[in-house]
């Protein structure tokens, strides 16, 4: 387990560069084989298929173009993780928007296409800067599954009024709550000794919350400008068009 696994003095497991390359290899491996099983499935479901429309609407999970839009904005928010706009004193960091732009997704195309977004984009969080912390396999789920795939929430409220923004405020509140019972089940003593004592029962609430809700409100001040608007506006309609 050495080979793909570094413990460290404060408890918790890491990825080594073998470890990430047999992560990448599995993840690709388990996309390969679900592409495979749901080829074969839209298959013959196609071959009984009322009319060729219908066939064809089952024959992808992602449009090309859906595709291309959806990576582009995912390649967007993982360059934007490593701008750090301000390190909070508890841990954690606020970035430049780059959870708005996994939750666009899901305003986009939905809840479908946004969960599996918001999915690929807590595994690439994961081996971020050579794998994220390793407590236990359920904590890694709240961490980053749970977590990141809480982003493609926005979704639900895609195409209602006000929809990118009401979407966008859900996305990053669930994100949070996921975070914060992960922490309250395994980060609870790792708690700093600058966190005020008075606080302790709230520690992972304020900790995951406080970067979150200032990147969150950065971005809903940005994007509640007009020009930015927009210019949403317009890439959601050549996404769809």
């Not at 592409?35 to 009322?50: I, P, V």
């Not at 595994?123 to 795939?149: R, T």
Request: aromatic share 14%; proline share 3%.
């Amino acid at each position: 387990m050495s080979t793909f696994f570094a413990y460290s003095e404060d408890g918790y497991y890491s990825l080594t560069q073998a470890g990430i390359v047999l992560f990448i290899a599995i993840a690709a491996v388990l996309i390969l084989l679900v592409s495979f099983l749901k080829h074969t499935l839209t298959t013959d479901t196609a071959a009984d298929a009322e009319n060729s429309k219908a066939a064809e609407t089952g024959k992808s999970f992602f449009s090309t173009k859906q595709l291309i839009f959806s990576a582009v904005s995912l390649a967007i928010a993982f360059a934007l993780s490593y701008v750090k706009l301000l390190h909070m004193p508890w841990g954690g960091s606020v970035t430049l928007c780059s959870m708005f732009f996994v939750a666009f997704i899901g305003y986009m195309y939905g809840p479908k296409i946004g969960l599996t977004c918001g999915l690929a984009y807590g595994i690439l969080q994961f081996i971020q800067g050579g794998g994220g912390y390793i407590l236990s396999p359920m904590q890694v789920g709240y961490d980053y599954i749970l977590a990141f795939m809480a982003l493609g929430l926005s979704g639900f409220t895609s195409g209602k009024k006000n929809g990118l923004l009401t979407g966008y405020i859900i996305a990053i509140v669930a994100r949070g709550i996921f975070h914060s019972i992960g922490g309250y089940i395994y980060w609870m003593d790792y708690m700093p000794d600058n966190f005020p004592a008075s606080l302790t029962a709230v520690y992972p609430i304020c900790y995951n919350f406080a970067y979150i809700l200032i990147e969150g409100a950065i971005t809903v001040i940005l994007i509640s400008l007009p020009p930015v608007k927009k210019a949403l506006n317009q890439v959601k309609q050549m996404a769809l068009s």
